[in-house]
């Protein structure tokens, strides 16, 4: 670098770069320095979204390709022949809910009643959740709320036992996994039941016997884990793939690109989930490059597979799921699936959307509500009718709440249930050292000398 203060580390008589404004410039030097063009001043884009609170939302010049238009390339093409994918929309469901075109994966009846009732739980789980935190059971929720049908098709997509790194709004992927509600509480509720005995956030949960990795607070560290998991199974010659979410903010993290550069360089088995839910906390999706292209055209660039799906609808995600878990077991590489969404609520309990977006927003979303839409699908299947929704509902708000109620036995936020404060001082390592374990007994003898 120049010195262009004039008075810095340059050695005394040493050349120096002519400096703008000091007189002693030639003509090429002026041109050089920009001195004698008439240059409009340079600007910054700044991404502004387009509806803030107070305005009425209208998202009909919004590009939706209608439903069974996208092509299906082979599972094994050339990512280099499917760039197009990444511009499209796959969707298979349509406005009158029927499953059209080469993306139908023509499930069962049993699958689609699993996948709506797994969707449905999620919700009521989500509720029942969000309305602890507003009673002061817990101190922190996040809710998944029409973003529904992104884990829970996935989930139905993949072996039970492939490896998910997910986000802290794939909370449907334990929820169709099986996973007992009472188990998620307690993490929630931080009690003497919590597994990760009251050391993490609520909501970030880990079940390894799920193959479910342990959430972390920091955006998008799952990323290149999930791409050296799949790296390992290869590398073990095993049949196990891996899948990761993040969202379309954490896109802007490094951990993203380094992720998809492991992944394309070694072929590894795994799907690149991004959730382009809109927004990021108060920052629309143009904050992390939406206005220039679409998140599932970062594939091109690293020469991995990218497909651009409706994510509201279960069938096209199941269905590109299963496309992308087929292209991994196949050794056909990664794949990026950029999952077009929208967050219907606020981004946790500590936030208040109708601070910074359109009231109006949710309601004008084209692509409508993931549950909606399979139960529309169902319907017009004949295999379901509004008497059963509705039955299931109820059973499911039931089921949620016994579950918080036994949670709740195991205690709640302030009422003193949680797990032995030395507990605190454990598996920071392996085997506790030394310094931690006069830490310990300090903090026992000082509770001890207060009476406590
Ligand atoms: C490395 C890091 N930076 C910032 C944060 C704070 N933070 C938590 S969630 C969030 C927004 C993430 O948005 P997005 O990736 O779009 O996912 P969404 O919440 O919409 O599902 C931010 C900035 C964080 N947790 N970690």
């Not at 003509?27 to 063009?37: H, K, M, N, T, V």
């Not at 884009?45 to 390709?65: C, K, N, Q, T, W």
């Not at 292209?293 to 651009?308: E, M, V």
């Amino acid at each position: 670098m120049g010195d262009r203060s004039g008075s810095g580390a340059g050695k005394a008589g040493e050349e120096r770069v002519p400096q703008a404004g000091r007189g002693h410039l030639d003509a090429s030097e002026r041109e050089l320095a920009g001195q004698g063009r008439n240059l409009p001043p340079l600007q910054l884009h700044v991404p502004e979204p387009r509806y803030r609170p107070g305005d009425a939302a209208d998202f009909s010049d919004l590009e939706i390709p209608a439903a069974g238009t996208a092509p299906r390339p082979d599972e094994a093409a050339d990512p280099g022949t499917m760039r197009d994918m990444a511009y499209g929309l796959v969707r298979v469901l349509d406005d009158e809910g029927q499953a059209v075109g080469p993306w139908d994966p023509k499930l069962p009846a049993k699958t689609l009643i699993r996948m709506l009732r797994a969707m449905a739980l999620t919700r009521a789980f989500d509720a029942r959740m969000f309305r602890a935190q507003r009673q002061g059971k817990t101190s922190f929720y996040m809710k998944s709320t029409g973003e529904e049908a992104v884990s829970i098709a996935a989930a139905a997509a993949l072996a039970s036992d492939d490896m998910c790194f997910p986000s802290y709004r794939q909370q449907g992927v334990l929820i169709a996994r099986g996973w007992p509600l009472i188990d998620m509480m307690n993490q929630i509720y931080s009690n003497k039941g919590d597994r990760l005995k009251g050391r993490q956030l609520p909501i970030m949960y880990s079940a390894r016997e799920a193959s479910f990795f342990s959430i972390s607070g920091n955006l998008a560290t799952q990323y290149p884990q999930a791409v050296g998991w799949a790296m390992a199974s290869a590398a073990r010659g095993d049949t196990r793939i891996a899948a990761t979410w993040c969202g379309e903010g954490s896109t802007a993290e490094g951990d993203f690109h380094s992720a998809c550069t492991f992944a394309s360089v070694y072929r590894a088995p795994v799907i690149l989930n991004v959730v382009n839910n809109q927004w990021a906390i108060s920052s629309f999706s143009g904050f992390a490059g939406a206005e220039a292209t679409t998140f599932a055209a970062r594939a091109i660039g690293y020469g991995i597979a990218g497909l651009r799906i409706d994510g509201n609808d279960a069938l096209a995600v199941y269905a590109a799921t299963r496309w992308a878990a087929d292209r991994a077991r196949a050794n056909g590489g990664p794949t990026l699936i950029e999952h077009f969404t929208y967050r219907a609520e606020g981004h946790s309990t500590s936030d208040d959307p109708s601070a910074y977006r359109s009231a109006d927003e949710g309601s004008h979303w084209p692509l409508g509500d993931p549950i909606a839409r399979l139960k529309q699908h169902c319907i017009a299947l004949g295999i379901w009718d509004e008497e059963r929704q509705a039955a299931m509902d109820k059973e499911l708000a039931e089921q949620v709440r016994d579950a918080a109620r036994e949670a709740e036995k195991n205690g709640i936020l302030g009422h003193g249930l949680h797990h032995p404060m030395e507990s605190m001082f454990e598996d920071v390592f392996e085997e506790m050292p030394w310094h931690l374990r006069e830490q310990q007994q300090q903090m026992l003898d000082e509770a001890k000398a207060a009476g406590l």
